[in-house]
């Protein structure tokens, strides 16, 4: 298609600053409620006498800053608890396992001050917040090694179903040098952020659609794929992406892991969630190419972009 798109591009910037990133009071609260979860864990392990940690990661969406505001504080915060390896020994001395170091870490969590009580899920333990945000904390254990040299070398474990090879810092590194890889140079920030965000928001536009479509880890490994950068059009490169991700997604549907090799971030071939989420970018499209028709205004521009982010905004 031509390039005779209705420019909407400072319309589309104003609306990710006002409506789709995370405002600094959301922030401070979210990280407010972070450090309080974290003293939790900290005491309840010295207080029970169980095996202390040495750190604390940020990791996924908050590590790179591709948290989208919501105003119902839909948000979920990835923050890794890392211990030792060598800690973490039941009392008998063997090998904790997984789900033991999972119960651990919820058990030093706990208090009756929570209306719903923390919980063991697959790869993390989820902390519930009445204000609707969750803060799930991925267990992991350091692993160290000698070389042939005797030089240390360490790596790290997730407590999932097992203890896997896995660290979420390696996931926030990789966006971090794609989007300074991919982005125009620009005083505002980088683009491919944005452009993640504004997917996100997206996805997300409508409450029916939040629990049929995927969640932000694939979106962001997908726009990165898929990214179209161009450095004085926001609309265009928005237009471009998502044409991208229904292209790719009508030939694979299957989204891999950006840093652990073969492993695969959706669920199957036909993950419904991926294929409820291309639906909806297809439908998307297609009201976005009107704004190619010559008799596009800005009033109905601004109707179309309203439709594609459900809002009141343009």
């Given amino acids: 298609m031509a390039f005779y798109m209705y420019e909407f591009s400072k319309e589309v910037l104003a609306f990710h600053r006002d409506e789709v990133a995370l405002p600094q009071g959301n922030l401070r609260e979210i990280r407010k409620r972070r450090d309080i979860n974290r003293k939790r864990i900290s005491r309840g392990l010295l207080r029970h006498g169980l095996p202390l940690h040495y750190a604390f990661h940020l990791q996924g969406s908050y590590a790179m800053n591709t948290m989208v505001f919501d ?87 997730l407590a999932s179903t097992n203890w896997k090879r896995s660290d979420a810092r390696d996931v926030t590194k990789w966006f971090e040098e794609q989007n300074a890889l991919k982005s125009p140079p620009e005083k505002i920030g980088r683009q491919m952020r944005r452009i993640c965000r504004l997917v996100k928001k997206f996805a997300r536009s409508r ?91 800005e009033k109905k521009a601004a109707n179309i972009w309203n439709l594609v982010f459900n809002s009141k905004y343009f």
């Avoid at 904790?96 to 870490?105: C, D, F, G, I």
């Avoid at 917040?129 to 240390?152: A, M, S």
């Fill in 71 to 157: 105003d119902g504080w839909d948000y979920d915060i990835d923050d890794g608890v890392y211990f030792d390896a060598v800690r973490l020994t039941g009392p008998r001395g063997g090998e904790m396992s997984a789900l033991e170091a999972k119960r651990m870490v919820c058990f030093a969590i706990h208090t009756d001050k929570f209306n719903k009580a923390p919980e063991c899920l697959k790869n993390c333990v989820r902390v519930y917040y009445k204000e609707g945000y969750r803060i799930d904390v991925p267990v992991y254990r350091r692993i160290i090694t000698l070389d042939r040299r005797g030089k240390e070398r360490e790596h790290f474990e």
């Fill in 207 to 297: 409450n029916s659609w939040k629990k049929k479509t995927v969640g932000g880890f694939i979106i962001t490994k997908l726009v990165e794929e898929c990214y179209h950068p161009f450095a004085s059009r926001e609309d265009y490169a928005f237009y471009r992406t998502l044409t991208n991700i229904y292209d790719r997604l009508l030939s694979n549907q299957v989204v891999s892991h950006p840093v652990t090799q073969n492993e695969i971030i959706t669920k199957d071939y036909d993950d419904p969630k991926i294929i409820f989420f291309r639906d909806n970018i297809s439908g998307t499209i297609a009201r976005l190419n009107n704004l190619f028709l010559p008799d596009c205004t």
